[in-house]
């Protein structure tokens, strides 16, 4: 599985960014997607997760009612729309993979995704 994030940049606060996370492999549709981020100094960290067919999402609480993750199957691709963004949303963001097909649980914790893209930075100003 190969992950390729984009669509980060640099947005004023307030401001609104879509992330991209494109996916390789024919299985993308039977498995459970994360994003997470690392600002700097400080330890990557969950911010959100879809389950295999989209119909579960968890966000972490500082995320929660700006960001929104999604999936398109058909395009192997997941999404995070962030709005209302904060300087404290400054980071690289990462999407990761939790192959275990059909999993119902979403998982938070970095070390329980299997394949992870190479991140996108997101810069916001105050």
């Known amino acids: 599985v190969q992950l390729q994030a984009s669509g980060g940049g640099l947005v004023q606060a307030g401001g609104s960014l879509r992330l991209s996370c494109a996916a390789s492999g024919r299985t993308f549709s039977s498995y459970a997607m994360g994003w997470f981020r690392q600002a700097p100094g400080k330890e990557r960290e969950f911010v959100a997760a879809t389950s295999w067919n989209g119909d579960s999402t968890l966000y972490a609480d500082s995320v929660k009612g700006r960001f929104t993750i999604s999936r398109d199957n058909a395009e192997n691709t997941v999404y995070l729309q962030m709005n209302s963004l904060k300087p404290e949303d400054t980071a690289v963001y990462y999407c990761?993979?939790?192959?275990?097909?059909?999993?119902?649980?979403?998982?938070?914790?970095?070390?329980?995704?299997?394949?992870w893209g190479q991140g996108t930075l997101v810069t916001v100003s105050s």
């Open positions: 990761a993979a939790d192959l275990r097909k059909y999993s119902s649980r979403l998982k938070t914790r970095k070390d329980e995704y299997d394949y």
